[in-house]
């Protein structure tokens, strides 16, 4: 599992299983006393793209990592003075709470760059999950 938090406000992601090439990704936000839960597939290639693009935040302390399928974005930006942040859209597609339709955005507060060598981890552990087992379950 992966976490970005700062206090109360956090995200995770979890990769929880393997259908044919893709993942599926579930990701679970707090945000201002409001929690939410969505998931997405996403493929190999888009697990690995996305750890490059962290890794290159990590050299430089800039540029933006996306992760993004229809109604699922998560978005890791270096500000170049070390610090990140992370946003995203969840689409809850058949609703939160009362059954209603929602789509989250959300925005945690500036995090330090030391988050980033763990989310680089958690791609490599993803992707060694798959080629070792052709199968995932992150926990």
Request: overall charge negative; some cysteine; hydrophobic content about 40%.
């Amino acid at each position: 599992m992966l976490e970005f938090s700062h206090r109360k406000d956090h995200l995770r992601l979890e990769a929880v299983e393997r259908n044919d090439d893709d993942f599926i990704l579930e990701a679970r936000v707090r945000v201002d006393h409001f929690t939410a839960r969505s998931g997405c597939n996403v493929t190999l290639e888009q697990i690995k793209s996305w750890g490059r693009q962290l890794e290159g935040i990590h050299e430089t302390l800039s540029g933006e990592a996306v992760l993004a399928e229809p109604g699922f974005r998560i978005a890791v930006s270096g500000d170049g003075a070390g610090h990140v942040t992370v946003q995203g859209e969840l689409d809850s597609y058949k609703g939160w709470g009362h059954g209603e339709r929602a789509v989250l955005q959300f925005a945690l507060p500036a995090l330090d760059q030391t988050y980033l060598p763990a989310a680089i981890a958690w791609v490599d552990r993803v992707v060694g999950m798959e080629q070792a087992t052709g199968g995932c379950r992150d926990d």
